[in-house]
């Protein structure tokens, strides 16, 4: 057995320590970052709430009493009820789950395309680098809502009337729930603006890295464009696709909001605080806590997101250390 052999096992072990304290460096700077671990503090609570918010309110988000429409918060009504009686609190908090479900879902959505086209866009280069960028750019070139609005006017329509014809067919109550027409045409609305952004960041990281020599070395051996790609290209590339998807999930609630305010994105029977806050801005002059209440839930999610994006960029980021 020579000396290489021998000192082999040693020097792989130490590559792998070495890529573990990365990790832990890394995990440490976030920890020391105040602001960052501020703002993990309300989304930790965010997705607490989304999980068994529901289930630990006296009320249930649909129900209505009208004998107690518009009252104003109290110890039954912590944060007052709407027009139709309905508690502002409870109807938050399921609001809450709504905005989880559908900023994971969308960004998951997104992430996945984006990294299959990102990948192969970088790693192959020519043609098929050539269609994906000119992919992103026609969908980055729409106008977000206005992408939204289209999406929800040509589709909405078709799938309610498949959904009819279901029902006629099958008799199952659940195809008269048109509410999940609402919540697909989110999920893909959302996935179709996002994804183009990690499909571009994706493959920056994958043009700098497939010319490094533990590539060069796999390609020589003959492995698989695949194996390449899933173990040594997207593995190295994920340190600012984690801060870019930290930012993404704030952007899809955001979104999210912003299409239930403009009537285009989840509709009742579903809470949404975008919904909510379109609602409360009839009658925030004589009962300002049914826009109070949505809105700075949006405002304390928006600014937490941003705040652990910054954290999770100082940590990750190399240029961003300091001696």
């Known amino acids: ?56 309110t006296p009320y249930d988000f649909l129900a209505q009493d009208f004998t107690a429409r518009l009252a104003s918060p109290s110890s039954e009504h912590w944060l007052g009820t709407d027009e139709l009686g309905r508690d502002v609190f409870s109807r938050i908090l399921y609001g809450a789950r709504t905005a989880v479900s559908v900023g994971v879902i969308s960004t998951v959505i997104s992430l996945v ?44 329509v078709p799938l309610e009337a498949w959904l009819e014809q279901m029902y006629l067919q099958t008799k199952n109550t659940f195809f008269r729930q048109t509410m999940w027409v609402d919540l697909v045409l989110v999920f893909g609305a959302l996935a179709l603006i996002q994804w183009p952004g990690y499909a571009r960041l994706i493959r920056g990281q994958i043009l700098s890295i497939r010319s490094r020599n533990y590539v060069l070395a796999a390609r020589a051996l003959g492995m698989p464009t695949n194996r390449i ?28 909001s912003a299409f239930s305010f403009l009537g285009v994105g989840v509709q009742l029977p579903i809470p949404s605080w975008g919904k909510m806050i379109s609602d409360g801005l009839r009658l ?40």
């Open 113 to 156: 395309v984006g990294i299959v086209m990102g990948s192969l866009a970088g790693y192959l280069g020519g043609r098929v680098d050539m269609l994906v960028v000119w992919l992103t750019d026609v969908t980055r070139s729409m106008p977000a809502l206005l992408l939204a609005i289209v999406i929800n006017l040509t589709l909405k």
């Open 284 to 323: 925030w002059q004589t009962h300002s806590y049914l826009l109070l209440g949505p809105a700075v839930m949006m405002a304390i999610i928006t600014v937490s997101f941003a705040w652990l994006g910054d954290g999770l960029n100082d940590a990750l980021n190399p240029r961003q250390w300091k001696e």
């Open 229 to 256: 790609l899933t173990r040594y290209v997207i593995p190295n590339a994920m340190g600012p696709l984690i801060v870019a998807v930290s930012a993404g999930l704030g952007g899809a609630m955001v979104l999210e």
């Open 1 to 56: 057995m020579t000396t290489q052999e021998l000192s082999a096992p040693a020097d792989f072990s130490t590559v792998e320590a070495s890529r573990s304290n990365l990790w832990k460096d890394a995990l440490a700077r976030l920890a020391a970052n105040r602001l960052a671990v501020v703002g993990i503090i309300p989304i930790v609570l965010l997705f607490f709430i989304a999980i068994f918010g529901p289930y630990l």
